[in-house]
């Protein structure tokens, strides 16, 4: 049924989404008895630092099967009146049983951008050549006591992406500085080894990870560099390392972050444990020291989920003390714990896992071990610690640190 679906799908989708006559379907009742649910959830604060929802239509399973294959296309006028669409064929969800279903899914993820919108969604049969249309609008305010208030300048109102930098306009995070400044971001992207959790949770913070050290390398040093490091802590190596002009490059990044071997950790690296303190250690050193250019203060971002060494680890602290004008900042990070019922999450190509009913439920029980041995080893170079778990406490963070070095003299 579902392959017969694809092909026919191959004639419909030939029209493009500027050829569908969306303003004259607005204007007449149209009367195509095709049962189906708009939904559009208010926007929320992504990792990406991203405003973000989702326009879903949910139709019904028996329409779906009594009909001819079927489109769903999507325009959105944002305040300026310009028009923003897509159109995509509405197909089940792998290994769907259409005859348990209540319903097959669409759902097109969304980022935006505070104002006003007009949403309007098309059901069309391509046999029949009839369409449903709905529509609804869609307030966006800004965010309440923002602390990076200018953030989005540069972006456009509405984006069909999964509002990742890698296909997105860059935010604007200038940092100006009266002296020039050396910026160091590193990121530790190994886990406890005795996480209570199963590799779910820990995938959920890797990926919260990943998306806040792509904000803080889209910070634009006016008054000297940044550089970008993935360290892999349990494994003592350097997974990335970029001078950053522009956007990081990210197909690296990403796919060493969604790399299986993230689980796995080879014999030589469990004998020689006792060394991950002193290699992380090392490389904060390194930063700290760097001797080019003299001249620049320097300012190290600390990016880790909690991360716990064995027992017997050489917990040395780190001996340097911090050159003068420097600054040593610690984001620890918490992955929230969600329950039964759907994170609510997007799925990777637009769709989502069941319809979104409701958001995620969010309990206080960790689902990972907290327990942490990265602060200790950085005390005396007295950093400032900011422990977030929310986009909005990592906003504040990121905020609270560039106003910092900014003020640096």
Request: proline share 7%; net charge neutral.
């Given at each position: ?5 694809l ?33 559009v ?9 991203r405003?973000?929802t ?5 139709v ?50 969304i ?41 989005w ?12 930098p ?13 002296r ?16 209570t ?9 890797t990926?919260?990870?990943g998306s ?24 003592r ?7 950053v ?49 003299a001249?620049?203060?320097r ?14 680890e ?10 003068p ?6 984001i ?15 799925s990777?190509?637009?769709?989502m ?7 995620p ?6 689902v990972v ?7 200790g ?5 007295n ?27």
């Open positions: 049924m579902c392959c017969l679906c092909l026919a799908f191959g004639t419909a989708l030939s029209q493009s989404p500027q050829e569908v006559p969306f303003e004259d379907w607005l204007k007449v009742k149209d009367d195509a008895r095709i049962r189906w649910q708009l939904h959830p208010p926007p929320r604060l992504s990792e990406n630092q405003l973000e989702f326009v879903g239509a949910f019904d399973a028996g329409e779906f099967l009594k009909r001819g294959p079927l489109l769903v296309f999507l325009q959105i006028r944002d305040r300026e009146n310009r028009p923003y669409r897509s159109y995509t064929p509405l197909v089940p969800e792998k290994g769907q049983n259409l005859a348990e279903a209540d319903s097959i899914n669409w759902v097109q993820q980022c935006v951008t505070p104002g006003d919108y007009e949403v309007a969604v098309a059901v069309y049969d391509t046999r029949s050549k009839e369409h449903s249309l709905k529509r609804t609008k869609l307030h966006v305010g800004e965010l309440p006591h923002d602390p990076l208030p200018g953030l300048r540069d972006l456009t109102s509405v984006e069909f992406s999964n509002c990742v890698v296909a997105s306009e860059r935010l604007s995070l200038p940092l100006k500085t009266q020039p400044v050396r910026v160091d971001v590193l990121m530790n992207q190994s886990m406890n080894r005795n996480a959790g199963n590799n779910g949770a820990t995938d959920r913070l990926q919260k990870l806040r050290l792509v904000v803080l390398s889209e910070m634009q040093v006016s008054n000297g560099s940044l550089g970008v490091t993935l360290l892999d802590v349990e494994r190596k350097v997974s990335f390392t970029e001078e002009s522009g956007l990081v490059t990210l197909q690296r990044l990403w796919e060493q972050l969604g790399s299986e071997d993230r689980f796995k950790i080879d014999v030589h690296s469990l004998e020689n444990y006792k060394e991950d303190a002193q290699f992380f250690v090392s490389e904060i050193r390194k930063r700290l020291e760097a001797a080019e250019p001249a620049a203060a300012a190290v971002i600390v990016l880790s989920g909690p991360f716990a060494l064995p027992k017997g050489d917990l040395q602290p780190i001996e340097a003390t911090a050159p004008g420097s600054r040593l900042y610690y620890r990070c918490y992955a929230p714990f969600y329950a039964r019922g759907g994170s609510g999450e997007f990777g190509r637009g769709g896992r069941g319809a979104p009913a409701r958001g439920m969010m309990r206080s029980a960790p071990d907290n327990s942490d041995s990265l602060e080893t950085l005390k005396p170079l950093p400032r610690l900011f422990d977030v778990t929310t986009p909005a406490e990592f906003r504040n963070a990121l905020a609270a640190i560039m106003n910092e070095i900014a003020q640096q003299k």
